[in-house]
T-cell receptor, first 114, second 108 residues
Framework: DAGVIQSPRHEVTEMGQEVTLRCKPI?????LFWYRQTMMRGLELLIY????????DSGMPEDRFSAKMPNASFSTLKIQPSEPRDSAVYFC????????????FGQGTRLTVV | EDQVTQSPEALRLQEGESSSLNCSYT??????LFWYRQDPGKGPEFLFT???AGEEKEKERLKATLTKKESFLHITAPKPEDSATYLC?????????FGKGITLSVRP
């Protein structure tokens, strides 16, 4: 398996623009997580899905952030409009709900909003 | 609210100098405690899962232990390639809550 795949790896955008981050989880995993990592706050959970259903989105900073999981093999995190304070590394991770439940992370998307 | 505190924030060791990294936690209904390693520019890489107090797991120079309130990652005779940030996380339900990590530097 290729692991969790995120795209793009790097994104530079202007303030006010829409940004869409993409994630393909490991095949067979039924939990998917979106995290944001900054020096100040570390890894923060934004939202997670079980079986494609959003379970907890309490970490989503505000209405400018939205996430979808239309099927078991694809998820998006959208920021509209983007702001400079959204600059961070965004990670997607997936895990199984049964048996070994450790989460496996993608390589991340480094977002810079100028 | 689940909380994870890691200490120290940074640790510098000489090659061969053994030490321990601490992870203190409060969680309702612990399903598991996880240790990850993160190298610069990469995503966290899974190391260990511990499920109950008293459990220990080892991998090469690393050994993780768990009590009801904390976990330790012991590093025996570290090498420069062990330099990385080590993250601890607790799982309640499906949710993983991470500490801020400990940045380990091992000098040759």
């Amino acid at each position: 398996d290729a692991g969790v795949i995120q795209s793009p790896r790097h994104e530079v955008t202007e303030m006010g623009q829409e940004v869409t981050l993409r994630c393909k989880p490991i095949s067979g995993h039924n939990s998917l997580f979106w995290y944001r990592q900054t020096m100040m706050r570390g890894l923060e959970l934004l939202i997670y899905f079980n079986n494609n259903v959003p379970i907890d989105d309490s970490g989503m900073p505000e209405d400018r952030f939205s996430a979808k999981m239309p099927n078991a093999s694809f998820s998006t995190l959208k920021i509209q409009p983007s702001e400079p304070r959204d600059s961070a590394v965004y990670f997607c991770a997936s895990s199984s709900l049964r048996g070994n439940t450790e989460a496996f992370f993608g390589q991340g998307t480094r977002l810079t909003v100028v | 609210e689940d909380q994870v505190t890691q200490s120290p924030e940074a640790l510098r060791l000489q090659e061969g100098e053994s030490s321990s990294l601490n992870c203190s936690y409060t969680v309702s209904g612990l399903r598991g405690l996880f240790w990850y390693r993160q190298d610069p520019g990469k995503g966290p890489e899974f190391l260990f899962t511990l499920y109950s107090a008293g459990e220990e797991k080892e991998k090469e120079r690393l050994k993780a232990t768990l009590t009801k309130k904390e976990s330790f990652l012991h590093i025996t005779a570290p090498k420069p390639e062990d330099s990385a940030t080590y993250l601890c996380a607790v799982q309640a339900n499906s949710k993983l809550t991470f500490g801020k990590g400990i940045t380990l530097s091992v000098r040759p």
